[in-house]
């Protein structure tokens, strides 16, 4: 097999590969816990903001709140993201994008009225589904 040039090693990209952009098991607990407080809303539902098209991973539309379950490595936690060391040159630069795209669809987001809340999938389910409960009741 040949190494494409972000995969270090065939068992990196058949790891890698195996990411997935939606459904994530920090992502399904929270939108379960959302569910089982009487919460109802969008899953992964794709909002056009212009020129801009955004995918929230819990979308609720009647109060215009998006909620985002961010990965630590692919969005860069100060607390526990880490930075490569094998294959740096594509890593850093490709993390670096992530953030920033998190940025402009957040500003997108709120330029359109949307309350947005970013969640690390590290924090506790407790205090995130709080945090949706709240902004939710809020609007």
Do not use: Q
């Not at 040039?5 to 195996?18: D, I, Q, Y």
């Not at 930075?83 to 500003?107: C, G, M, Q, T």
């Amino acid at each position: 097999m040949t190494v494409e040039s972000w995969a270090s090693s065939p068992a990196t990209r058949t790891s890698m590969l195996g990411n997935r952009r939606s459904g994530t098991k920090p992502e399904a607990a929270l939108r379960s816990a959302l569910h089982r407080a009487g919460l109802r809303f969008r899953k992964d539902y794709r909002l056009a903001l212009g020129a801009l098209k955004v995918r929230p991973d819990v979308v609720f539309t009647r109060t215009k709140v998006a909620v985002f379950v961010d990965g630590c490595f692919w969005h860069s936690c100060p607390v526990h993201g880490t930075k490569p060391i094998r294959n740096a040159d594509y890593w850093i630069p490709k993390l670096s994008r992530n953030v920033e795209r998190d940025r402009e669809h957040d500003a997108a987001l709120v330029d359109h009225g949307w309350r947005v809340i970013h969640i690390w999938e590290h924090e506790p389910l407790e205090v995130a589904v709080r945090r949706v409960i709240d902004a939710v009741s809020a609007r």
